[in-house]
């Protein structure tokens, strides 16, 4: 049983759409982290969240941080190709272990 | 561009062979992590250490793995025997001081094939 869950598992689009990825948990997180994993390579960090309610925005992504600090949201605005990938999510309790979300499988057709 | 390195990148053994993986952590870097990614299980925790000391290895099958920072410039996993189950990619990643609960960076990982 993941700790966060992760919706949805697979998510297909065409070039130009947006999309919504989810991360939701029961427990509470210090932080929250995403990630993007392209095959055969480790995750990258996209961003970190602390703080209820923050909202980050990085390029077209924008990544928030629910007020109770227990789930997250990604949002991609204009999806490219490029933004294909296994896009992650980890949230870590008081020490340094990270909670991986199973992951969402993003592929942005061109 | 500082970067987590890992040898091998791939390793195809059999079973009951000793598999020994290896990470450079970023310079600087004191915190370092082993994960083991695989389709069924994603991405699991399985031993971490900061300033070369072992903090947690509960995420590791012990009788058969173990986990050891000789240097800080260089982690090793080790499974001894190796099993057909093992087989998954193993990811080192590092973290700087005081900010590895929030930043993490991963290597390239080792896919471990196990017959």
């Known amino acids: 049983t993941q700790l966060l869950e992760q919706s949805p598992q697979f998510l297909s689009i065409q070039e130009g759409e947006n999309l919504t990825v989810y991360c939701n948990s029961s427990s509470v997180f210090s932080s929250l982290q995403w990630y993007r994993q392209e095959p055969g390579e480790g995750p990258v960090l996209l961003v970190t969240v602390v703080t209820g309610g923050e909202v980050k925005k990085l390029k077209r992504l924008t990544f928030q941080f629910g007020d109770a600090r227990k789930d997250s949201s990604l949002h991609i605005t204009a999806a490219q190709p490029g933004d294909t990938g296994l896009y992650l999510c980890?949230?870590?309790?008081?020490?340094?272990?990270?909670?991986f979300g199973a992951g969402t499988t993003v592929t942005v057709r061109a | 561009d500082a970067r987590v390195t890992q040898t091998p990148r791939h390793k195809v053994t059999e079973m009951g062979q000793e598999v020994t993986m290896r990470c450079q952590p970023i310079l600087g870097h004191n915190t370092v992590f082993w994960y083991r990614q695989t389709m069924m299980q994603g991405l699991e925790l399985l031993a971490y250490?900061?300033?070369?000391?072992?903090?947690?290895d509960s995420g590791m099958p012990k009788d058969r793995f173990s986990a050891e920072m000789p240097d800080a410039t260089l982690a090793t996993l080790k499974i001894q025997p190796s099993e057909p189950r093992d087989s998954a990619v193993y990811f080192c990643?590092?973290?700087?001081?005081?900010?590895?609960?929030?930043?993490?960076?991963f290597g390239p990982g080792t896919r471990l094939l196990v017959l």
């Open positions: 990643a590092s973290g700087p001081p005081g900010q590895a609960r929030k930043t993490q960076y």
């Open positions: 980890a949230g870590a309790a008081s020490d340094y272990k990270l909670s």
């Open positions: 250490f900061r300033n070369r000391a072992p903090l947690d």
